[in-house]
């Protein structure tokens, strides 16, 4: 079993919604967590970190955690087709020596 | 962006061949991260450094060798390249062990 697990989609919505990107994992130990927005033929880039449980939010962006279902959210307000590329989670515990990375989520956000 | 190079960007070279990727960084960072990204398996790491001279196997090492002799830079080396070694090279770093992770451009591996 992966220690994380990631929808690989293809994800396509329309310009403005609401996207939902989700990640479960199986280790109840990890407690941080860190989102990636990845463009075709570039680098990961760090959107979101979070330690622990709960919400944290940056301009449209919000990231979620539930520990108690070992699940991990990103939600995009007024998605834009500029937020048109691969989503990224990560997770590692504060007794692990390397983040562990979903295989990512394919997003489309088509004007 | 955090002050990641990585070299070369692209290379082609041939099975057996012994191969260096090089990552330069200048956000004087103690930790130092090899990735490598495959279609369907995501970033999976090689191998890290927690300092000059200190490093650590990853999950998928085997075959790669790596060498950190100063803060700035850390270098990758494929002894001897297979085929199996062809993929996306990157490289991240990171204050710490939990701190957020900065990645660079990437570096395009093919090996015939």
């Known amino acids: 079993q992966k220690e994380v697990e990631q929808d690989p989609g293809p994800l396509s919505v329309p310009e403005g919604a609401i996207v939902s990107l989700n990640c479960t994992y199986s280790n109840s130990a990890f407690q941080y967590f860190m989102w990636y927005r990845q463009y075709s033929r570039k680098g990961p880039e760090l959107l979101m970190y979070?330690?622990?449980?709960g919400n944290k939010e940056d301009g449209r962006f919000t990231a979620q955690v539930d520990k108690s279902s070992k699940y991990i959210s990103l939600f995009i307000r007024d998605s834009q087709p500029s937020d048109s590329a691969t989503y990224l989670c990560?997770?590692?515990?504060?007794?692990?020596?390397?983040?562990?990375f979903g295989t990512g989520t394919s997003l489309t956000v088509i004007p | 962006d955090a002050g990641i190079t990585q070299s070369p960007r692209h290379k082609v070279t041939e099975t057996g061949t012994p191969v260096t990727l090089r990552c330069h960084q200048t956000?004087?960072?103690?930790?130092m991260y090899w990735y490598r990204q495959d279609p369907g398996h995501g970033l999976r790491l090689i191998h890290y450094?927690?300092?000059?001279?200190?490093?650590d196997k990853g999950e998928v090492s085997d075959g790669y060798s790596v060498s950190r002799s100063k803060t700035e830079d850390f270098l990758l080396t494929l002894e001897s390249a297979t085929s199996s070694q062809t993929s996306v090279y990157f490289c991240a770093i990171s204050e710490g062990p939990y701190s957020p992770q900065y990645f660079g451009p990437g570096t395009r591996l093919l090996v015939l």
């Open positions: 450094s927690y300092g000059v001279k200190d490093t």
């Open positions: 956000e004087n960072h103690r930790y």
């Open positions: 990560a997770m590692t515990s504060s007794t692990g020596n390397q983040f562990y």
């Open positions: 979070t330690y622990s449980s």
